[in-house]
């Protein structure tokens, strides 16, 4: 059965599995390890071959306190750094989790051959980064990200790759999972997904789905996010009628390079790189006294965009900001930053040894996503209580279980692909060991996971991809950027629901069966889109400033009102709260105080 | 999207390239596509292709990273492979051409997309993970620097795969020869501190074909969009398996 015909759920070929991963990056390849080993019926399946996923690019490193840097280090206060980073609405008892799993977790990788940098004592080798501190932010800067050179996102992915191979992983490459299958008691039974290279569709059947999609940075137009960062996994829940959590905290990231939006790391500033305006001036000591450059990247990012609209920027439109590395010299450069040299070199035409990097914030991350438990178990809401849903998990950036809140610190977002790719793998292995029932989806549910797909078939006219994708990024980039106001907002939601439309009835030109493109670009389009709507929904309701999330009409935080995740439904477009989780077990939970750096 | 350029300063630039579909196609044939490009500012090859695709949508290749780490979009650009996305217009373009093919030697699937199987196969020939028998440490395995040092140049590999399809000893034996890109990666865990299997890796190197088709003709290291040298990774295995035999 080929992607190309209109299809009938009762003509579609069934593979069974006990699980299956959507997704290769770093959180879908640590799963699907923990299942491999296990001697389970599991399979990942990915749209890109699974070195090409997102994970690929993380350049600066993993934080965690494993301390290779100072022996004291706490993971206590990696805690405390990272509820403070998420403006308090991090789920305190998944931080600690992750925090004091991640050395087992980043040892782990070490083990299975990740190329870290490495100490004089031939530790792992740890760099300073933004918003970290020791003693509970009393203590000064501490140096606490692992890093692989400038490599880590790379040297991660590729080891986990090789760790797959070596546990026998079964590998559906280069194949696209369209949309889940949900039974009539609303458990989740399978994806329909299709080979790229032959067009071949299956519904695929599995008694787990993990969903490890990654992250969607190309709702906006300028974006260190690769071409595949569509959200896909976004889209699929919303249309299953699953919530989103916080999907209004997108992190700007002080430095993509100008033009390009390609990412210079954070590792730059680490090793002591800082930001100039056009006068010269290291403007950071004005806004962070203290930290400086390694001030939180919400915190920086703001900082910048003031300078630019004050007129402080560089370059002929003064629409930039430079980076500047020569001080440190060519040989902290080109040892401890080899790839930023190449990116620079290519996308900026300079060499950062010797000239500054001009750069300007740029999304980069999305904090919300699909709300989960500590196991990776999808949760919804239900007349305010939260539920479990049958069959469902997620991991990486795609879920927010949530570590990261309002604004994630740097690193840790490879921190919890592997902490809670790792857990969501041992709860399968541990349920699949009870001996689960592989549940049952009538040929109803299984046509309705075919509409979208169907449609996009049958499609004679309409709007072509290219065009509606570049409405939509302009859109987004213009009214939902790092500053936001109610007005330019309300004017960008009607935007998008003019779209809307035009996106669920798009024309596609080509409809042959191998190796169409046009055809994936169509699918993720409507994806990006159901993520965009909720982005600029929710980010309308939350009438406050927090993390990311920078309000010119309602500067102030207002842990009254809104000390809570927000949840988005995109059946209904209604934003309800949700609370956050205070409750740590060991420690006692951080209270909410006022953010200063 | 990179297509969002200013009107003001184009050019008209002709693309001639390399296209099959499969489902329509008796065989291939190269196509013209006009695209406008800027002239003030330089763009990438992937970029050009985005704008060729907005003009054709049944173009295909694939594409990722748009910033050369994933290794998705190896090509042949005027005669030479490279990644589309960090080559550059102004160096691509030669006499006013920009001429694209699938990498050579390999299957094509469908326009500059090639069937990359035996690739990969040959890559898991070498047991591409670290092995290691002793007990795991309960922190991490210790390296020094200089240790460390020896897998620069290796741990960087992409796979993208542009060395092997350039490499005229893969293309007559691809099924036997494992070609540059395994042998750079076979040679990165031999020269691992930290991998405790470098007798059986050797082993299974002592196979003529799988060593020793390389004649360091070199097209690999011109290639190679990450400045590495698989020739010097063959050497250094073909010498330890000498001295092995010395010793
Ligand atoms: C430039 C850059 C640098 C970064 N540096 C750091 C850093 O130094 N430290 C840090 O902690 N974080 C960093 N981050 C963030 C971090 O890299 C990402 O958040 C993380 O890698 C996401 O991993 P993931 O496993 O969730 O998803 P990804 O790695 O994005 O993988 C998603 C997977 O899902 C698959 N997929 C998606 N949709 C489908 C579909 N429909 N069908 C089939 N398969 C599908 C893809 O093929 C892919 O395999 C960086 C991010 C960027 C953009
Ligand atoms: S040097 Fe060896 S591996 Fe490289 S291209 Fe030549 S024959 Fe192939
Ligand atoms: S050695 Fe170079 S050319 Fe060959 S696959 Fe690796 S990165 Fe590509
Ligand atoms: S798109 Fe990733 S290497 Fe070119």
Known sequence: MKVNEVINAKDLPVMDFDGIIIGGGGAGLRASLQLAESGLNTAVISKVFPTRSHTVSAQGGITCAIQSDDPDDDWRWHMFDTVKGSDYIGDQEAIEYMCSEGPKAVFELEHMGLPFSRTKEGKIYQRPFGGQSKDYG????????????????????HTLYQANLKAGTKFLNEWFAIDMVLNEDGAVVGVIAFEIESGEIFYIRSKATVLATGGAGRIYASTTNALINS??????????????????????HPTGIHGAGTLVTEGCRGEGGYLINKDGERFMERYAPNTKDL????????????????GRGCGPKADHLFLK????????????????????????????????????PTCHYMMGGVPTNLNGQVITVKEGQDTIIEGLYAAGEVACVSVHGGNRLGGNSLLDLVVFGRSAGIHIEELMKQGIELKKASFDDIDKALERLNRLNSSTKGEQVPVLKQRMQHNMQNNFGVFRREDLMVKGIEKLNNMRGEVENMFLQDKSSAFNTARIEALEMQNLFEVSEATAITANERKESRGAHARDDYPDRDDEGWLKHSIYFS????VSKRDVNNRPKTVQAFQPSVRTY | MSAVIPVSHLQTLRMNIYR???????????????IEVPTDKDIMVLDALHLAKVKDPSLSYRSSCREGVCGSDGMNINGKN??????????????NK????????????????VDMKTFFDQLEKVQPYLITKSKNPEKERVQSPQERESLDGLYECILCGCCSTACPSFWWNPDKFLGPAALLQSWRFIADSRDEATEERLDDLEDSFSLYRCHGVMNCVSVCPKGLNPTEAISNIRNKLISRKGS
């Open chain 2, 82 to 95: 490279g990644l589309a996305c960090i080559m550059p217009l102004s160096e691509a373009i030669k006499r």
């Open chain 1, 138 to 157: 009393k203590g000064g800067q501490a140096t606490r990200t692992c890093a692989a050179a400038d490599r880590t996102g790379h040297s991660l992915l």
């Open chain 1, 231 to 252: 959200g896909d996994g976004i889209g699929m829940a919303l249309r299953a009628g699953l919530p989103v959590q916080d999907i209004e905290m997108w992190q700007f």
């Open chain 1, 295 to 310: 001030a939180s990247r919400d915190v920086v990012a703001r900082s910048m965009a003031l300078e630019i609209l004050e």
């Open chain 1, 571 to 574: 059946g209904t477009k209604e």
């Open chain 2, 98 to 113: 920009l001429t694209l093919r699938p990498m050579p030697g390999l299957p094509v699937i469908r326009d500059l997309i």
């Open chain 2, 20 to 34: 099959f579909n499969p489902s329509i196609d008796d065989k291939p044939y190269m196509q013209d596509i006009d």
């Open chain 1, 325 to 360: 590395l020569d001080h440190l010299g060519p040989e902290v450069v080109h040892k401890r930053l080899p790839g930023i040299t190449e990116l620079s070199k290519t996308f900026a035409g300079v060499d950062p040894a010797v000239q500054p990097i001009p750069v300007v």
